[in-house]
């Protein structure tokens, strides 16, 4: 569910922004001022982030609680993963299992001049929810080929689309994006003030994922 931001929280051209209503497990306690529940934050951070974690309940007998890394990728205000139709993850969200997804962004090293002040910059979002399994063939292909775009986009035109038994093997879960927000961390340093004297360097290390020189296949 969206609602209009107040109207104090607009975009540059006054139109107001939606945000996601709050719920008792979106609510920021600690450093409330960090979080947001602004849709346009929230899939800015999915669309960016190469790899999310998958938290759920697996096990009947004796429960525990799984964790696995996946890629995520957005199509409107869905965050979609994908897997083998066979893998415990796809059968246990498939077959009613709530999730909680985290996808997570590191901007920078934080350097203090005392070690409880050092941080991280980062932009994060936490989703949870009951998935949809994507059965339709053609919507399964679009969700599929969205992914490759994610990747590298104008991909999808160019290479061979999934056969009948790939489609079959790959499952694609839908996840709404409306119990879900974001939590952001930028800036310098905060020391306290009688450290500020102290001889030691304090700022912003960058970080950024950077993709390689590519590597030709020899095959």
């Known amino acids: 569910m969206t609602v209009p931001l107040p109207p104090s929280e607009t975009t540059d051209d006054a139109s107001p922004r939606a945000v996601l209503a709050q ?3 979106t609510r920021a306690v600690r450093r409330g001022d ?3 529940h602004d849709v ?3 899939h800015a951070i999915i669309d960016e982030a190469p790899v999310c974690h998958v938290g759920f309940i697996d096990g009947t007998d004796s429960p525990v609680p799984v964790v696995i890394p996946t890629v995520p990728w957005r199509v409107g205000d869905e965050l979609l993963i994908h897997g083998s139709s066979a893998s415990r993850m796809i059968r246990r969200l498939q077959s009613g299992g709530e999730a909680c997804i985290t ?3 590191i901007d920078a090293w934080v350097l203090a001049r005392s070690a409880f002040n050092h941080s991280v910059n980062y932009r994060s979002v936490v989703l949870f929810g009951r998935p949809r399994l994507i059965d339709d063939e053609t919507e399964k292909r679009a969700a599929l080929d969205a992914l490759v775009e994610k990747i590298e986009p104008g991909r999808a035109a160019r290479i061979r689309a999934p056969n009948a ?3 079959k093997a790959t499952a694609v879960l839908a996840f709404p994006i409306a119990e ?3 939590k952001i961390r930028s800036g310098p340093p905060c020391d ?3 450290d500020m004297d102290l001889p030691v360097w304090a700022g912003v290390v960058p ?3 950077i993709a390689g020189t590519p590597v030709r296949d020899g095959g």
Do not use: W
């Open 103 to 105: 996808v997570s962004l």
């Open 23 to 25: 719920t008792p497990r």
């Open 40 to 42: 346009a934050t929230i």
């Open 192 to 194: 306290d003030a009688e």
């Open 207 to 209: 970080l950024s994922l």
């Open 34 to 36: 960090r979080g947001s």
């Open 165 to 167: 038994q790939e489609m």
């Open 180 to 182: 879900a927000s974001a």
